[in-house]
């Protein structure tokens, strides 16, 4: 994944492209994002961790 000060890249799964309206979304069109819980739990943790690194 890639990331700018506004813009990403992201993966999508064939499934995902299948059931839902992204696989004909064009570059630049909105979207609604949600965040998984336990994405949330990961990023705390790194970010915990990388806390623990700077030390």
Do not use: C, H, Q
């Not at 004909?24 to 623990?52: C, F, H, M, Q, T």
Request: net charge negative; glycine share 8%; aromatic share 6%.
């Amino acid at each position: 994944m890639e990331v700018g000060d506004d813009w990403f890249t992201i993966s999508l799964i064939p499934t995902t492209l299948d059931l839902t309206t992204l696989g004909i979304k064009r570059s630049g069109a909105p979207v609604n994002l949600e965040v998984d819980v336990i994405a949330k739990y990961v990023e705390r943790l790194l970010g915990a961790d990388a806390k623990e690194n700077e030390k």
